[in-house]
Each structure stands twice: as structure tokens, then as C-alpha cells.
């Protein structure tokens, strides 16, 4: 029987910090998948209904498309923390050795 401390639960991350291959197809379908079925799912709302059913549809979109930039945003900002990593770690680097990086 395994410890508690060493579940499987949560995918590992590799020795660079980027996530495995299990946690990938997770964020592919938390990125695209989930945001593709709401809109998808509005649109049929609307095909097949009538005119309340278009007002419905169109907000079952919406919600899809927020899902969406929301996620978008989110990978925005992550990046941006990367950046300001690396040009802290050249900061770093040139307080020691007098020159920038290359």
C-alpha cells in the first residue's frame, strides 16, 4: 500500500516545470473542448427553437466565448509572469558579472 504523501492524484511536472503528459490533454480540453461544446450547444438552442430560444441560445454562446478569454487571459498573464522571471534572473546576472546576458 502507498503512503498518502506519494498519491498519484494531481499530473507530475517535469524536471522543466512544464506540466506532463496527462495534465496536457486536460488543458487542451479545458482551453478549446469546453468553450467548443458551450457554443456548440448555444447554436443548437438556436437552430431549433424559436424566437425565446434564439435570446437563450445567444447567451449560452456568450458564456461560451467567456469561458474562452477567460482562459486566454489567464495564459496572457502567466506568460508575463515568465518574462519579468527572465529578466529578473539577466538583472541578477549583470549585479555579478558587469555585462547583460546574451
Not at 8 to 17: F, H, I, T, V
Not at 23 to 46: D, F, S
Amino acid at each position: 500500500m502507498r503512503p498518502r504523501s506519494q498519491s498519484k492524484a494531481l499530473p507530475e511536472e517535469r524536471a522543466d516545470g512544464a506540466p506532463g503528459a496527462m495534465a496536457g490533454w486536460l488543458l487542451v480540453a479545458i482551453r478549446y473542448v469546453v468553450p467548443a461544446v458551450v457554443v456548440l450547444t448555444g447554436t443548437v438552442i438556436m437552430a431549433l427553437g424559436g424566437e425565446a430560444n434564439l435570446e437563450g441560445g445567444a447567451g449560452i454562446i456568450s458564456a461560451g466565448l467567456a469561458i474562452y478569454f477567460l482562459n486566454w487571459l489567464v495564459r496572457a498573464g502567466a506568460a508575463g509572469e515568465r518574462v519579468r522571471d527572465s529578466e529578473d534572473a539577466a538583472r541578477e546576472y549583470f549585479d555579478v558579472h558587469g555585462r547583460w546576458p546574451d
